[in-house]
């Protein structure tokens, strides 16, 4: 087992690894940039070494810092959390150069996965569903308008570094296949330094249903059933649930099946997630893999009794797992608590905490790194904390997490709070009846 891991981390995440990391007797080491002096990962962890101004790019991003930070306190293993380095080919191979356990993917998996149309074409060779469309990369617009032709509109054209919803364009019908064409491959260019795009017909009102799994360094991979993420906002996730509403378990099975067989293909090792699109006949599709840790793992862990940064860290030092897939006999849900003002578009709203109080009592979990007097910098992501609460139906849950909700005080800035608490009361996600269009049509007045 490790005797060290450096933590490439911030906020919730870095917080959430070092709890672990103390339970199993793992020493650890905080990396933190001048805007987080105060924050609670430096004081949690057993060492911390600042690493660069606030400007992401110079400290959670700069890769020779990190590593610099590695070497000089010993520590023998780097968890890199979700976002900045945890899908970053280049910082995993460098750590594998360093002799670091990089806790997560390696490079070539990460390229993989980076790169859309390779990933689903692994995939589809693989036997995992896909959404019809272009075999690969698209050479023309004549092709991409040929191959709509026989697949039907609308169809959407994406790019393949893409990934979150940048670099894509649907088209409802020919006349308007150039101007998108044109505005993807300009848009992901620029954006990616790769404007190639592959076409996929389009799929109307899906539903967001992603799978966890976790595979081992001996070929094993168990999946740990859904999270249902169709609550967004411009692709932001706002609320996660497990299990999903429309996950029958005849569903289930055969997403987690088809989780595994895509994980299996790649010989992955480690936590990742399953996206897949769910279509409003019940079929499912694969979208996307993330070769990382999730911010909506908890809800996972709390139906399944799962420490999964526990797992993460055991698989990545060589232990095998169970292979035992899971059923839900628990409901969770998560509700992403961010410094934004709901009734002004999400506009962020950093600055001083002046009171705080989380809610607690049964089946309420908080994962944050906020305290009362902390000042949230501007240079981050803008969620402070997570609200996961368990039971055992979706109403105890929403029931819950209205209370949760209540009890929580927040002062000198603005959060989503408001948003969620409308949102518990609301019918239509009270049906559990929604797809990931339905905040687009969410009243957001008088919050
Ligand atoms: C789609 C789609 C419909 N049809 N692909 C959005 C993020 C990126 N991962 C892929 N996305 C989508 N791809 C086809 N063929 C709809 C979306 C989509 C979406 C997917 C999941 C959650 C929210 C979304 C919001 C808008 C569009």
């Known amino acids: 087992m490790f005797k060290k891991i450096l933590i490439a981390n911030r906020g919730e995440i870095a917080l959430r690894v070092i709890r672990t990391c103390r339970e199993m007797g793992i020493q650890t080491v905080a990396v933190y940039s001048t805007a987080d002096r105060e924050s609670l990962h430096v004081r949690f962890a057993d060492e911390a070494v600042c690493i660069g101004p606030p400007a992401s790019r110079q400290s959670y991003l700069n890769i020779p810092n990190i590593i610099s930070a590695a070497e000089i306190t010993n520590a ?3 968890h890199p959390g979700y976002g900045f380095l945890s899908e970053n080919a280049e910082f995993s191979r460098i750590c594998a150069d360093y002799g670091i356990k990089f806790i997560g993917a390696t490079a070539e998996q990460i390229n993989f996965m980076g790169d859309k149309a390779t990933a689903k074409a692994t995939m589809r060779a693989a036997g995992v569903p896909v959404i019809p469309g272009s075999e690969g990369l698209l050479d023309s617009v004549e092709q991409g308008k040929e191959l709509a032709k026989g697949i039907g509109y609308p169809v959407i054209v994406k790019a393949t570094a893409g990934g979150g919803g940048r670099g894509m364009r649907i088209i409802k019908e020919e006349s308007e296949f150039q101007k998108a064409w044109d505005d993807a491959k300009m848009e992901s260019g620029a954006a990616f330094g790769n404007d190639g795009l592959y076409l996929e017909k389009f799929v109307e009102e899906p539903r967001h249903i992603e799978i966890q799994v976790v595979g081992d360094q001996y070929g094993k991979v168990c999946h740990l059933s859904e999270r249902d993420c169709s609550i967004q906002r411009r692709h932001q996730k706002l609320v996660e649930e497990t299990p999903s509403p429309v996950v029958t ?3 289930r099975e055969r997403m987690g099946q088809a989780a595994i067989k895509g994980a299996s293909a790649i010989n ?11 279509d409003k006949y019940g079929e499912f599709y694969f979208m996307e ?4 840790i999730q911010v909506e793992h908890p809800i996972t862990e709390e139906v399944t009794n799962f420490d999964l940064i526990k ?17 839900p006999q628990r409901y969770a849900m998560e509700c992403r608590i961010n410094a934004e003002d709901p009734a002004n578009g999400f506009r962020p709203s950093p600055g001083k905490i002046t009171q705080l109080h989380f809610p607690g009592g049964h089946g309420v979990r908080i994962d944050s790194h906020v305290y009362a007097g902390y000042t949230i910098p501007p240079n981050y992501d803008s969620m402070i904390a997570k609200i996961i609460v368990s039971g055992q139906s979706r109403e105890e849950v929403m029931t819950r997490m209205k209370r949760a909700l209540q009890e929580c005080v927040i ?3 603005k959060t989503t709070i408001p948003f969620h608490i409308r949102l518990m009361d609301d019918p239509g996600f009270k049906s559990g009846i929604f797809t990931t269009k339905y905040l687009e049509s969410f009243d957001f007045g008088g919050l």
Request: net charge negative; no cysteine; aromatic share 8%.
């Open 268 to 278: 992955y090792e480690g936590a990742g997630t399953i996206e897949f699109l769910v």
């Open 289 to 292: 893999m993330n070769t990382r």
């Open 411 to 413: 002062e000198g800035i």
């Open 76 to 78: 023998d293993a780097i």
């Open 311 to 327: 797992e993460q860290i055991k698989v990545a030092a060589g232990e095998p797992i169970s292979g035992q897939n899971y059923t």
């Open 249 to 251: 378990p005849e569903l």
